[in-house]
């Protein structure tokens, strides 16, 4: 079973970036189907991106041209590149590993606070 830590959020005005991690341990990232997800209190969770094993990937509607997905296998970590940061992109972001229709386990999340 794979276990994934998020890092990288903090607070960062309008317009800004950050590059969010996600390091894994216990298997290789490389084996998976990896996501980043986000949550904002009260509300559903959100798909953000995805990366697929074949190095296919897709993002949603409202990140799509602003974000990136990207994965290291050497380091065994993935990222998430996020430009042109709004307000609405404030939520708890997490990333999580699929194989076989199987998800991993949730981490804590990392904080992402778009304001001014």
């Known amino acids: 079973q794979v276990q994934l830590v998020e890092s990288g959020g903090g607070l960062v005005q309008p317009g800004g970036s950050l590059r969010l991690s996600c390091a894994a341990s216990g298997s290789s990232v490389s084996l998976y189907v990896m996501a980043w997800y986000r949550q904002v209190p009260g509300k559903q969770r959100e798909l953000v991106a995805v990366?697929?094993?074949?190095?296919?990937?897709r993002y949603g509607d409202s990140v799509q041209g602003r974000f990136s997905i990207s994965r290291d296998n050497a380091k065994n970590t993935v990222y998430l590149q996020m430009n042109s940061l709004e307000p609405e992109d404030t939520a708890v972001y997490y990333c999580?590993?699929?194989?076989?229709?199987?998800?991993?386990?949730w981490g804590q999340g990392t904080q992402v606070t778009v304001s001014s």
């Open positions: 990366s697929t094993t074949a190095g296919v990937t």
């Open positions: 999580n590993a699929e194989k076989f229709g199987v998800r991993s386990s």
